[in-house]
């Protein structure tokens, strides 16, 4: 039985920012305009449609569509389902989306639609002559079953069923294993995976339910009921088909991306996620524990790859895996890049963690066509390392930094400012190591943010323990201030991301990079990443 499904991220602004969102651990508002292909959900609708299902990829933020042009166009398509990825610093609004949503399919009611802001897109859009005024031109037979996803969901699922008529939580990071159990579930009765959230009087009897303590009851005294705690490890990724780019609107960020010196360019995802996993700070985390890290086998990335050079004539691939797989692996996917010929018709890059590679296996990824490394550096003071549980040594990072330019490998540096633990003594260290290693070349390009403690990792858990945080207000944790206790003032923390930033842009680091251009990539790719860097800089202002 086909169904139809849509993979739906809505229109999400602030002034004039745009929503940091997809294929993001971290949330920002951000002048930068970057859209980055949100892998795990494409995998989704591939792998919903090469079972028969009709598939609505859905992302109005890089489409940059209005809230009006977004719901007029869902409600056109009136699909069965509605899977909407959300992070902490939106899931307020997005209860007001689902809200809309639901509104906008009901039967007729203009008094009721009338009080809410869809209300008033809907009719202007019937005076347009754009919908209907009867019931069943926006009903369509029916009501959308709506799926949250996201780490913030998965941490407190039970916060969104309070707060908005969503019909299912979908908890953990294997959407695409998940959405097509739940697709199943609805059309043919299929039991349920661990993994949801749902309330007891949903559309169909579900299988086995298991009650949550503490369920809220609602008025018809329903309770929200779970399949059980998630389970990723059985979830064999090599089984999925490659993703369809097409499908997916692959177009739409292959060319606005700083992580792109050669466009068009593409994502893809060869672990899930990282093999170290246990960060304190990180909210993949909570999406992927460590014990559930799991990889394609290096052939299936290289089909992948493949069918974006044969296909989509794409020249930089980003493995945005929270660290690529190293060890066999690794060595596998390099001798598999050089054999068929791949590293002399794309570039790659890719995450890691300092101190994980040899210079011989730097080598091998340069041979292999490998052209920069993004690394987490974090912070240059070690008791903070530890306290985040990044299990590298200072020490590591200037000898990593090293290898992977003796091997013609550029590198990437982040750094996270407000650690509630460090004087500002100690942030002015990091921002100091991060100056040297920019003079002494051996860091091409930076990015520096808040830190922000997301609801289900070890870090929130520790803050709000200690009272340690500033506000639990959701919408106030994306990246504009702080909400951590510091010893640092907020403005002085806005301030330090802001010097770092002025810092590294010198007139020697911008000659030295002149004088290193050879071609026209070289020089719009300076380009690019200059007008990033002056973006940033209104990011936190």
């Not at 097509?180 to 043919?188: C, I, P, Q, S």
């Not at 996620?273 to 985390?285: A, H, N, Q, R, V």
């Not at 290898?403 to 100690?426: F, M, Q, R, S, V």
């Not at 003032?489 to 010198?506: A, D, N």
């Amino acid at each position: 039985m086909s169904f139809s499904v849509s993979i739906s991220y809505p229109p999400l602004h602030k002034n004039s920012q745009t929503a940091f969102l997809s294929q993001n651990r971290q949330f920002q508002w951000t002048n930068t305009k970057n859209f980055i292909f949100p892998v795990i959900p494409a995998y989704t609708a591939t792998l919903l449609k090469s079972k028969g299902h009709k598939v609505f990829w859905d992302d109005a933020i890089a489409e940059k569509l209005s809230y009006q042009q977004w719901l007029n166009r869902l409600i056109k398509r009136s699909p069965g389902l509605i899977a909407i990825e959300t992070k902490t610093p939106v899931i307020k609004t997005h209860w007001k989306i689902i809200k809309d949503i639901k509104k906008a399919f009901s039967v007729n009611k203009p008094t009721v639609i009338a009080n809410s802001f869809v209300g008033a897109t809907l009719a202007v859009a019937r005076r347009r002559g754009n919908l209907s005024t009867s019931g069943r031109s926006h009903r369509n037979q029916h009501t959308p079953t709506i799926v949250l996803m996201g780490d913030h969901v998965t941490a407190l699922p039970l916060e969104s069923f309070k707060n908005s008529p969503v019909d299912y939580i979908l908890t953990g990071g294997d959407y695409d294993f998940m959405l097509l159990n739940l697709v199943e579930h609805l059309t043919k009765g299929t039991k349920l995976s661990p993994g949801f959230y749902f309330r007891s009087n949903h559309n169909l009897i579900h299988r086995h339910p298991e009650p949550v303590e503490g369920s809220p009851q609602k008025q018809t005294n329903t309770k929200i009921l779970n399949s059980g705690k998630f389970a990723l490890k059985n979830h064999n990724l090599d089984i999925l088909p490659i993703i369809d780019r097409a499908l997916t609107k692959n177009h739409l960020y292959t060319h606005n991306n700083s992580n792109f010196k050669y466009t068009p360019g593409a994502y893809i995802m060869s672990g899930r996620d990282c093999w170290w996993g246990k960060c304190t700070f990180c909210s993949w985390t909570t999406l992927f524990p460590n014990q559930s890290y799991r990889t394609f086998s290096p052939q299936h990335s290289l089909k992948e790859i493949q069918n974006l050079i044969e296909n989509y004539n794409i020249k930089e691939v980003f493995d945005d895996s929270g660290t690529i797989p190293t060890g066999d692996w690794l060595k596998k996917f390099c001798h598999g890049l050089i054999d068929k010929g791949f590293n002399k018709k794309i570039k790659l890059g890719c995450n890691l963690r300092m101190g994980a590679l040899s210079q011989k296996e730097f080598n091998l990824m340069k041979k292999a066509g490998f052209r920069f490394i993004l690394y987490g550096l974090e912070s240059a003071n070690q008791k903070t390392l530890d306290k985040i549980n990044k299990n590298i040594k200072v020490s590591d990072i200037k000898e990593t930094l090293v290898k992977a330019k003796k091997a013609g490998i550029e590198n990437h540096l982040t750094i996270i400012i407000g650690y509630p633990w460090e004087t500002e003594a100690d942030a002015q260290k990091t921002l100091n190591l991060a100056r040297q290693l920019f003079k002494d070349g051996l860091a091409d390009s930076i990015q520096a943010t808040l830190l922000i403690p997301y609801p289900g990792t070890p870090l929130f858990k520790e803050l709000k323990q200690a009272n340690k945080l500033l506000t639990l207000d959701w919408d106030k944790y994306d990246m504009s201030q702080p909400v951590i206790k510091s010893p640092i003032s907020s403005q002085k923390q806005i301030q330090l991301i802001q010097s770092l930033f002025k810092g590294v842009l010198t007139p020697k680091f911008l000659l030295k990079k002149t004088l290193s251009i050879r071609s026209l990539n070289d020089f719009t790719h300076l380009a690019k990443y200059s007008l990033k860097f002056l973006s940033k800089l209104k990011d936190f202002k």
